[in-house]
């Protein structure tokens, strides 16, 4: 008879670890706290409105259409891609930028801004997809065991080409000078956890995601994924049991042999793949002498942004607005420092905005609107109580009428919020992150939360705190490297 993993939480690294090992031919179960997969990116319909929970934007389409041919399948086989066009708007202080994802008219934006920038672009761009290229294939795909692992020729030998120990705000600095392009450039790092001064240059990788790769959108919503790779898991012999709320896992002379469910129902296992959050499984599910990292550990730990975010249905279209929208009509600087330097709730912060129904009119009522709404906030920033909510969704109704000349709240149909106490409760979600730790350099590789318990021989870990690190596509690949790495340490 094969081997069984228990895999707790169901999240994308979670779906695609239960992937891999049951096409390896592991009896694979997952345990999920919620009534349906997905983790993070849940999602919930109401009022005739669907909104996705968590991720938005679908960057990196490679990784996806890797993962599944891995199971000889198709994206197509799950869900049908539009590529955006804008791929977004950029909303500054006096104009607006709509970003093209036609590289040659990009290009030509570049040079409207500052003369000689699109010939600087294709020099930048050179580089970052060397980066992406290296990065992808040679560094994320490492359980990060070892610094073995990374005796790589070309890794060795473009270790410098990498800009590993330069940083990508004066990298992209040498580039162009015009700010708003700067700031267009600095973007997608955002959310990476650190300021651009202090965020390794190799992370101009995203850029050559975001420019090259295309920004998409699944029809029918982001959770269409979800329901994409939920169903590859179940067409590889994984089953799944939600509302299952794991409460401990129970070891003995160092193997996990049981997860158990808040409902008392037990799961024995030859393999225990934490999927849920790591700080939650290490210090709640496991009895102390069987955790591989301290409180002090933890603590020190530093975080990606969390988030506030807001769901609205309203009864009324918004002329002439794209599906995504980032307001950077403020200091950048000053609401950086409120998220990174000095953590505190933002005075006047950035915000970005998704209306997934101005792509896909089946994601809302005829004539109505979908709006979901994120401020990125310092990590394990609590007192999200109703009065901050309210302050904070009037400043950016405020501000989407100045730009937009519509006032939202006299067409709410519908409103939620959700912050750091949401993260904690629905999530476990350690000091209510909403992305994991952040990608600074000593949070790197065979830096970050081991893949794999130091204390307990058969248990592993998969997700955003741990290798590759946060996001989509990385929590993808996650699920793959941490599977791998069972199927071969227990191959006898």
Known sequence: MGKKAIVIGSGFAGLSAASFLAKAGWEVEVLEKHDQPGGRCRHFKTEGFSFDMGPSWY????????????????VSDYYDLIRLDPSYRIYWELNKMDVPSD????????????????????????EAEYKYRVGVNKLVFKPGQSLLEFLDKELIAGLFRLDVFNDIKSHIG?????????????FPVLFLGALPENTPA??????????????????????????????????????????????????????????VADNGKQFHADVVIGGADYHFVETKLLEKQYRSYSDRYWDKRVMAPGCLIYYVGINTKIPDLPHHSLFFDVDFNEHAAEIYTHPEWPKSPLFYL????????????EGSEN?????????????????????????????????????????????RSYSYTDFVDDYNAFKGNAYGLANTLM???????????????????????????????????????VAKLVIKENEH
């Open 59 to 74: 960057w990196m389409p490679d990784v996806f259409d890797r993962f599944f041919g891995c199971f000889g399948k198709k």
């Open 443 to 481: 949070q790197t590789a065979i830096l970050k939360p081991s893949c794999k318990s130091k204390k307990v021989k058969n248990l592993y870990y998969t997700g955003q705190l741990t290798v590759p690190g946060p996001g989509v596509p990385p929590s993808l690949i996650s699920g793959e490297v």
């Open 371 to 415: 709006l979901f709404f994120l401020i990125p906030i310092a990590a394990g920033l609590d007192g999200d109580d109703a009065s901050i909510r309210d302050h904070y969704f009037n400043l950016l109704s405020d501000r989407l009428e100045e730009r937009t000349g519509v006032d939202i709240r006299k067409h709410v149909v519908y409103k």
């Open 174 to 186: 040498k580039f162009f000078k015009h700010p708003q392009l700067r700031q267009m450039m600095e």
């Open 202 to 259: 190799l992370y101009s990788l995203m850029n050559y995601a975001d420019v090259k790769l295309g920004t998409w959108f699944p029809r029918g919503g982001m959770y269409k994924i979800v329901e994409g790779m939920h169903k590859l898991a179940v067409e590889q012999g994984a089953t799944f049991h939600f509302n299952h709320n794991v409460s401990s896992i129970i070891v003995e002379n160092g193997i996990a042999k049981t997860v």
């Open 354 to 365: 998704s209306a997934t129904s101005v792509t896909d009119p089946t994601q809302a009522p």
């Open 103 to 126: 590289y040659a008219a990009l290009k030509n934006m570049f040079d409207q801004l500052e003369p000689g920038a699109g010939e600087q672009l294709d020099a930048f761009m050179a």
